[in-house]
């Protein structure tokens, strides 16, 4: 397609205190081979002010915008997504990057079929300097189910999308934007947003085109969610597990998902688990066993028995679990 017949893409990039990650992916952004994009950088309240890397670009595709104080890093990307003009959304957080083409080998497969939601690719996974690693890069590709996928049309796409989990909606998908009310995403999936807005693009009716190559990368650092509540922050481990519950539970009341619900319930029996960790580990020990005790009741687990056990030895011991 040339520029005069390409729909507008716009780009949602939510930042918070990247200014050196950020320019990276906003070099990215302007590099991409299709041309007709807005790039939407809403900057929530840094205490570094990320304007003048913004501003550097000169780039008048780039629309900037600053929260007076910090709103929450949920509240802040819906903000970026409603600020939206174009006939698509894709996703580049601040700290990923996307291969030139991203772009323009997405865009195409939902120009040529009006029943596709989304299109989704492959990804690669970096480390902080930006070193593509490749083991890890193939293990999750296997992992979630891309490894092995064939390109084309998948509709619909409930286990592709929420059991699977090959589409990552948060960096490797681009959506068409009128499909999805922005409204209907609740503030309680916090950092699952991306699932969430799986499961709303799912439940359209619609299909999704996958593009069997690696066109963005994922940056694994030590700021992320994953990383840090996969280590000693309880309050990241806690958080985590709470969005993830809440997105378990809405999928599990679904009848259009009834025959994924023995995995959603399954799932739902090992956050129970963690959150319950993550409150030990915040010494909140009576609401921990009660997590302990509802995954239990859901399935036998040893990582939860023992959990369970130890949370009834004195508090600091209990709390280094």
């Known amino acids: 397609m040339d520029m005069n017949s390409q729909p507008l893409v716009s780009i949602i990039t939510p930042t918070y205190n990247r200014p050196e990650y950020l320019k990276q992916a906003l070099t990215s952004a302007v590099r991409q081979t299709y041309k007709n994009i807005e790039i939407i950088v809403s900057d929530n309240c840094s205490p570094e002010n990320p304007q003048p890397i913004v501003e550097s670009f000169q780039d008048p595709r780039i629309r900037f915008s600053r929260n007076e104080k910090n709103i929450g890093m949920f509240a802040n990307t819906m903000k970026a997504f409603k600020m939206a003009r174009g006939k698509y959304v894709a996703t580049l957080?601040?700290?990923?990057?996307?291969?030139?083409?991203?772009?323009?080998?997405?865009?195409?497969?939902?120009?040529?079929?009006?029943?596709?939601?989304?299109?989704?690719?492959?990804?690669?996974?970096i480390d902080a300097d930006g070193k593509i690693d490749r083991e890890?890069?193939?293990?999750?590709?296997?992992?979630?189910?891309?490894?092995?996928?064939?390109?084309?049309v998948y509709q619909p796409f409930y286990k592709l999308?929420?059991?699977?989990?090959?589409?990552?909606?948060a960096m490797a998908a681009v959506i068409r934007r009128e499909a999805i009310n922005w409204d209907n995403i609740p503030p309680e999936v916090g950092g699952s947003w991306d699932i969430y807005l799986t499961y709303l693009c799912c439940s359209t009716g619609m299909g999704a085109y996958y593009y069997p190559e690696k066109l963005t990368k994922y940056r694994r650092h030590e700021q992320t969610d994953t990383m840090l509540s996969g280590r000693?922050?309880?309050?990241?481990?806690?958080?985590?597990?709470?969005?993830?519950?809440?997105?378990?539970?809405?999928?599990?009341?679904d009848e259009?998902?009834?025959?994924?619900?023995?995995?959603?319930?399954?799932?739902?029996?090992?956050?129970?688990?963690?959150?319950?960790?993550?409150?030990?580990?915040?010494?909140?020990?009576?609401?921990?066993?009660?997590?302990?005790?509802?995954?239990?009741?859901?399935?036998?687990?040893?990582?939860?028995?023992?959990?369970?056990?130890?949370?009834?030895?004195?508090a600091p011991i209990a709390a280094r679990f």
């Open 161 to 169: 999308g929420l059991v699977d989990q090959a589409i990552a909606t």
């Open 93 to 125: 957080l601040d700290d990923d990057l996307w291969e030139e083409e991203f772009l323009e080998k997405l865009v195409p497969p939902l120009e040529a079929n009006p029943e596709l939601v989304l299109s989704f690719c492959d990804h690669y996974i």
């Open 256 to 314: 259009k998902l009834k025959e994924f619900k023995p995995y959603f319930q399954q799932k739902w029996a090992k956050v129970n688990t963690t959150l319950g960790i993550g409150l030990m580990r915040a010494k909140q020990i009576p609401e921990a066993r009660l997590y302990f005790c509802r995954s239990l009741r859901q399935k036998l687990n040893l990582r939860t028995i023992a959990a369970l056990m130890v949370s009834f030895t004195p």
């Open 136 to 152: 890890i890069t193939e293990y999750c590709s296997k992992l979630f189910q891309r490894a092995n996928l064939q390109e084309g």
């Open 232 to 253: 000693r922050n309880y309050q990241a481990k806690i958080r985590k597990a709470q969005a993830e519950m809440f997105c378990l539970e809405r999928f599990m009341e």
